[in-house]
Each structure stands twice: as C-alpha cells, then as structure tokens.
C-alpha cells in the first residue's frame, strides 16, 4: 500500500482552505418556478356599490380552461378592508355548476367611500387558480 504525505505551510493551508471554499461542490438551491394557472376563477359581488348595514354576498365560479364547470373544487379567499386588516374567507366546495359563494360580515359605517377587496383561490387536486374582485363601500 502507498501512502502519500503532503506537508503544507500554515499560510499555504489558509490559501488551500478559501480556493476551496470558493469552489462549491454542491448544486444551488432551485428556485420554484410559478405555477402557471389552469382553473379559470371568476369572481364577483352581489352589490358593486353598498352601505354600511347591508350584507355582502361573494360569488366564485370554477372551470377548467375548456370552459367546463369543476364541481368540488376548494375554495378559499381574503377580504382587505380599506385600512389593510385583512379577513381570511373559507367557501363551501363547489357544486355540480362549479358555483359557491360566502357571506362576508356586516360592515361597520364608514365616513368617506372605500372600496373592499376580495381575492381567491380555487385549487382542484393539481389545478390551481386565482381571481379578485373589489366593491365600494359608502357611508
């Protein structure tokens, strides 16, 4: 059996130490590539314009980009308010129509117009896809 012997420097192991470290073996970490959407979601409010009082209904429908309606499919959603509190929205399944809907909580009054926003997601085993819609609130 050969055996070898190096004998090196304490500066020349230093220089040895950052050649190498500079030189990494390992691959770089992967970045995760946007998932690009294949449910189309349409989304929209009952009121377009409301008071405060009155009751927000939101409407999610979810299809495959053939245009066929996917029932099942989750739903899930976030209401901002104007003073960028935010409320997490969960929706029933979709039905046979690929149709859901939630009722978002009273509004409080409010002194000048501001519009809310509503964004959703809908996922179907692997499909995935997103909308948003917004209304305005008056006083």
């Not at 995760?32 to 989304?43: E, F, G, R």
């Not at 809310?116 to 948003?132: C, F, H, M, Y």
């Amino acid at each position: 059996m050969k055996s070898f012997r190096c004998q090196l420097s304490v500066s020349g192991a230093l220089a040895l130490i950052l050649l190498l470290s500079g030189c990494s073996l390992s691959a770089p970490a992967p970045t995760a590539a946007p998932v690009p959407d294949t449910l189309n979601v349409t989304v929209w409010p009952e009121w377009p314009v409301m008071r405060a009082g009155m009751q927000q209904r939101v409407h999610v429908i979810v299809a495959d980009t053939d245009g066929k309606r996917k029932s099942s499919a989750t739903v899930l959603g976030k209401w901002t308010r104007p003073s960028g509190e935010n409320a997490a929205l969960v929706f029933p399944l979709t039905d046979a129509d690929g149709y859901t809907f939630v009722l978002l909580p009273e509004h409080a009054p409010v002194s000048a117009a501001a519009l809310q926003r509503v964004d959703v997601q809908a996922t179907l085993l692997a499909n995935i896809g997103r909308s948003w819609t917004q209304y305005e609130l008056q006083p």
